[in-house]
């Protein structure tokens, strides 16, 4: 008598999680997380939000260390997360990064690197054959080595990314380029999209730029215009048929009305700072929760009743019907404003060009609708 075998057909990890997600019934779970494990970086990018210099010592002395990191990962699987993202700064300046990855990899975790690629070495390469992340995002400042070390401000560092994007490439190591467009790369993107196709590679771009969080530095001069974004999109049929698709699920309904926070974050997600510092998104940093000082769960039900919390100040956004066009949130508003609520003109400007296109109506951005 032989075994039957059931068949089972393959189910792409995207659609699991969402499958995972959708049972939850709207209930709150800490699905996956990001860490920053460091705020420093071997590249002085001209755009970054958070480059701390990587032989600054102070930075280095306020940074998780090892045990700390792994008391927090501990917790983590304990509540069952089962996504991480470590990042930066530039997450392999910390010596200690293959024991945080594999301590994570053993606890069960799907991991996701953030980095820039130049700091990849033979032994971190063969260490991620040997225990596959979910995927290495590298981020690709330039298509040539004037435009990326324009960017990045370090000679030499293009042929270091290159090499270590080769490394992962020739090793099946999932891997993905990112860049974001400012205007020093602006007119090589398509240069970036060649280079990753060359490489079989998946390639993504955003163009709108955080700003520092110390606060030093204007990120305008490195922006693009909102009307050059539209530009991008349209010539773009994936981006643009995207854009039709969140235009006619999301506009019609004023979805910030009531309450501060209307996005996912805090739901299934959350972001631990390099300092231990717990946060219900990457963007939206206040308040924080410390881990050295309390347990990851008692974080995580603070970070439910800021979901709870109902907007105080009288601004367009609630009574703006844009939806998803727009993503103006608290944690746009904490960095330019220092408050939860006052929308950010850049912001709102992108959302009407948006809906003027994908909706084929005429609604005029003007200093009216910004009161």
Request: net charge negative.
């Amino acid at each position: 008598m032989t075994l039957g075998c059931s068949v089972c057909p393959e189910l792409a990890l995207d659609e699991w999680g969402q499958e995972i997600v959708a049972s939850l019934n709207g209930r709150r779970y800490p699905f996956g997380g990001v860490i920053e494990l460091t705020d420093r970086c071997n590249l002085t990018c001209v755009h970054c939000y958070i480059n701390q210099p990587a032989g600054d010592q102070a930075f280095k002395a306020r940074e998780l260390t090892l045990e700390q990191v792994k008391t927090i990962i501990d917790q983590l699987a304990d509540a069952g997360t089962l996504f991480l993202t470590l990042t930066g700064g530039e997450v392999l300046l910390r010596p200690d990064f293959s024991e945080i990855y594999m301590y994570g990899r053993q606890r069960g975790m799907l991991v996701t690197l953030f980095t820039n690629g130049t700091l990849i070495t033979e032994r971190i390469a063969k260490l991620l054959a040997e225990s596959h992340p979910q995927l290495v995002e590298i981020t690709l400042y330039g298509a040539t080595k004037a435009t990326y070390e324009k960017v990045t401000g370090i000679p030499g560092s293009f042929e270091k990314c290159l090499h270590g994007i080769q490394m992962l490439v020739e090793r099946k190591i999932p891997t993905a380029l990112k860049t974001i467009l400012i205007r020093p790369n602006y007119h090589e993107l398509a240069g970036m999209k060649d280079l990753s196709d060359k490489l079989g590679v998946p390639f993504r771009y955003d163009g709108i730029l955080w700003p520092r969080l110390d606060k030093t530095g204007d990120m305008g001069e490195f922006q693009i215009s909102s009307k050059e974004l539209l530009d991008l999109d349209k010539k773009d049929p994936l981006r643009k048929t995207e854009w039709e698709k969140v235009a006619r699920e999301t506009t019609g309904q004023p979805i910030r009305a009531e309450f501060v926070y209307n996005c996912g974050a805090g739901m299934h997600s959350f972001h631990i700072d390099s300092m231990g510092r717990m946060s219900i998104c990457t963007m939206s940093r206040k308040p924080s929760f410390s881990l050295l000082e309390m347990s990851f769960m008692d974080a995580w039900e603070k970070l439910g009743t800021l979901r709870a919390s109902k907007r105080q100040l009288k601004t367009a956004c609630q009574t703006c019907t844009l939806g998803g066009l727009c993503f103006q949130c608290p944690g746009w508003s904490q960095a330019v404003h220092d408050d939860d609520e006052t929308p950010v003109d850049f912001v709102c400007e992108l959302a009407h060009l948006r809906y003027n296109e994908v909706t084929e109506r005429s609604i005029i951005f003007t200093e009216e609708m910004k009161l």
